[in-house]
């Protein structure tokens, strides 16, 4: 590390740290509505809020760090350019080449720190987070109940609210699928139902008025209708699964091996589409850390030969560039788990192209050539641009 190096690393720390900051904390804004609803209504305690979003910080984390080495790697190089250091540094003859191993080892640093992110720190936090909001429903079942959706929170369970009232515990046009007497399935429906507590410790009661039972044996192929007035179903959390860190039940709530042992067992399974989605999980956890060093590289060329920008339109022009990895990255990700493509292709395609759009810009600044756009995709352009000119020239 040179005099050179050691100040351009210096220089990318503070907006590393700083673009973090900011970019967890918009993340984090998107849940300040649920944390909200769970104080105000729920009376969460404080201790247990703070855990559940720290069990989030992961999965944000996963797409800031990246974001952020872009950020700072664009304003580091853009203050140079603008105070025209990288003249100073030219005219001492210190190539852009030579400017290359700091960023790289930064880049690199990021890249190692999304990495442990994505193999340890979200598996591990989902299964936190769960285990946090188990042990918070068991004071509260309201947490365990959202209207307006299939709640599978009990085993072998699964109720469905169309409206509730917090505060009397009245709940409005439900459905109950029961399975956890053997060979049989109860499902039960009713316009109203109430929720109290049980007398143990972790049970439940739904008290359901007015609606009906149907009661299907599974061996015997037979079905049995009962309405009722009233009708108890006891709930109980004891019944949940334990925690599993090996097995999650979600794709993206896998760990390496999981991941690993679920391609491995699927190899010949006619469900494609989870084999798919399995790979494509698998791939996601290398690609996002790489993408540090495809946007890093990217960052630096823009940075250099955008001189006259200030601060504030390189955090744009950093925003962008990420937006257009993560609509790729999206795009890939849809195609890839149909099928159209590989699954790697998908997930390393974004890295592909941004990182050797960077390379190339690198190249161009370097040897000081104009920055011609490459002939296919002037080529593309042209076509598109002479397909959009109505016959009689002019524009749309």
């Given amino acids: 590390m040179t005099t050179i190096n050691r100040y351009i690393f210096r220089e990318l720390i503070p907006p590393f740290a700083i673009s973090s900051v900011f ?5 984090l804004m998107t849940k300040i509505p649920e944390i909200t609803n769970m104080v105000v209504n729920y009376n969460t305690g404080v201790v247990s809020l703070l855990l559940l979003i720290s069990y989030t910080l992961p999965r944000f984390m996963e797409f800031t760090i990246p974001m952020s080495v872009m950020i700072s790697v664009l304003l580091t190089f853009m203050r140079m350019s603008t105070d025209n250091e990288i003249i100073a540094l030219k005219g001492g003859g210190v190539t852009i080449y030579r400017l290359l191993p700091p960023v790289l ?9 999304t990495l442990w992110v994505t193999l340890f720190g979200v598996p591990q936090s989902k299964l936190l987070f769960k285990t946090t909001g188990i042990a918070i429903a068991r004071s509260n079942l309201n947490l365990a109940l959202s209207d307006r959706k299939f709640n599978s929170s009990f085993k072998d369970v699964m109720i469905y609210v169309s409206a509730m009232d917090v505060k009397t515990k009245t709940l409005k046009d439900l459905f109950i699928e029961d399975r956890r007497t053997k060979d049989r399935v109860t499902i039960s429906v009713a316009p109203e139902g109430v929720l109290a507590r049980g007398t143990k410790s972790g049970s439940y009661t739904l008290r359901l008025y007015g609606g009906s039972v149907n009661q299907v044996d599974l061996k015997t192929k037979s079905v049995n209708n009962v309405a009722f007035d009233t009708y108890d179903i006891n709930l109980d959390f004891d019944g949940l699964p334990a925690r599993s860190a090996s097995a999650p039940v979600e794709i993206d709530e896998m760990s390496l091996t999981a991941l690993l042992e679920v391609i491995k067992k699927g190899s010949g399974d006619d469900n494609k589409i989870l084999l798919n989605t399995a790979r494509m999980a698998l791939h996601e956890k290398f690609s996002l850390p790489a993408a540090c060093m495809a946007l890093g590289l990217l960052a630096m060329a823009l940075g250099l030969q955008s001189a006259s920008n200030r601060k504030s339109q ?3 022009l950093a925003l ?6 993560y609509l790729l990255l999206a795009a890939g ?7 159209v493509y590989p699954p790697a292709l998908g997930m390393w395609l974004p890295n592909v192209v941004l990182g050797g759009g960077g390379v190339y810009l690198l190249v161009q600044i370097a040897n000081e050539r104009p920055m011609v756009m490459p002939r296919f995709l002037s080529g593309a352009l042209f076509a598109v641009k002479k397909r959009l000119t109505p016959p009689g020239g002019g524009s749309i």
């Fill in 314 to 316: 390189g955090f744009g």
């Fill in 105 to 113: 080892i930064f880049c690199l640093m990021g890249t190692l720190l």
């Fill in 333 to 339: 990700w849809s195609a890839g788990e149909s099928g």
């Fill in 23 to 27: 970019l967890t904390s918009i993340f």
């Fill in 320 to 325: 962008f560039c990420f937006i257009l990895y």
